[in-house]
């Protein structure tokens, strides 16, 4: 995996704001680098605050606090009359906090599989468990092995399966589809701020159209479904109130497995090349029911794989 700096990759978003921002070092930086240097120390200074008065000491945390420290400074960069005092900064911080806003979502940004993702009310927050099909992925397919596939990920969300995949395999010809507008518009800056070797084809698609990705074939498809009912909210985080909902919940709350009957259908059908593997990301609750439905539509050589609780997390079958 290339690996890119913290300052590389806001170099970007200082270009897209119209920035010079230098990657050398300067002896003697010009007044308006030290401006920048000052105010970004006293945002480091309030997120030290904000850490110490709540005791959050999580590496996630820490992380999203430092890439939103990076954001913010070339934020005051470039609008220098609004900047922000630390007073201000962390009244923010807690009230959002207090009435469970994510910390991804107060922030912007979320680490998965070492790397950093913008995130926003529109697309799920990825979660370390998602790293289960990762690795699947990387099991059946050694990077080695010098294979270009075509793969296929649906209900892409933010972007960071995909993403991480084409960062692991550049030969391979990755597509993404959501049903969402604004998360194909996320998955796409994510893709940019992750440096992706190849462009992976986004594109918004309803699942449950006809006209789903016609006439094509891929050697891999994998989706994180969604598989809540509504009936379920209730018991659930109250952080997940503030997740998208369609990215969340069956569409017929009496048919828990409609979305995973129908990516199944559809890959049965036409979408998957033979001998290609479907990988979906499952829970402790629907993971019977999965499996049987991978035995209806006649899939051979079905697993699950485990998480590091030992729930299951992920089941895949070959066509």
Not at 18 to 30: A, E
Not at 161 to 182: E, V
Not at 299 to 311: A, E, I, R
Request: aromatic share 14%; charged share 20%.
């Amino acid at each position: 995996m290339r690996s890119v700096s913290y300052l590389q990759r806001y170099a970007l978003i200082a270009k897209s704001k119209n920035l010079s921002v230098s990657l050398s070092s300067h002896k003697y930086p010009p007044i308006e680098y030290r401006w920048f240097y000052s105010h970004s120390q006293r945002l480091s200074h309030s997120i030290n605050t904000i850490l110490n008065s709540l005791t959050l000491s999580s590496r996630d945390i820490r992380s999203s606090l430092y890439h939103f420290h990076l954001k913010t400074s070339i934020n005051l960069f470039s609008h220098r009359s609004h900047a922000i005092s630390s007073t201000r900064l962390f009244k923010y911080f807690l009230k959002q906090w207090l009435n469970h806003v994510p910390y991804q979502y107060i922030f912007g940004t979320c680490e998965f599989y070492r790397r950093l993702f913008q995130v926003n009310r529109h697309v799920l927050i990825p979660r370390p468990d998602t790293e289960c099909l990762i690795n699947r992925v990387q099991e059946l397919y050694p990077k080695h092995e010098d294979r270009s596939l075509r793969v296929l990920d649906i209900g892409t969300g933010s972007g960071c399966i995909p993403i991480i995949l084409q960062l692991f395999y550049p030969q391979w010809s990755i597509s993404a589809c959501d049903i969402s507008s604004k998360a194909i518009k996320i998955a796409r800056l994510n893709s940019r701020l992750n440096c992706t070797p190849r462009q992976i084809q986004f594109r918004q698609a309803d699942l449950f159209q006809d006209n789903f990705y016609p006439l094509k074939q891929f050697d891999l498809v994998v989706s994180n479904p969604p598989y809540i009912t509504p009936s379920e909210l209730s018991v659930c985080d109250k952080s997940l109130h503030y997740e998208p909902r369609q990215a969340l919940f069956v569409k017929d709350k009496q048919d828990p497995f409609g979305f995973y009957r129908e990516i199944m259908n559809k890959c049965s059908n036409y979408l998957l090349k033979p001998d290609g593997y479907l990988i979906m990301e499952c829970s402790q609750f629907n993971v019977k029911g999965i499996y049987e439905l991978f035995k209806l539509f006649q899939f051979k050589n079905v697993q699950v794989d485990y998480d590091w609780q030992y729930l299951p997390r992920v089941i895949y079958g070959q066509k």
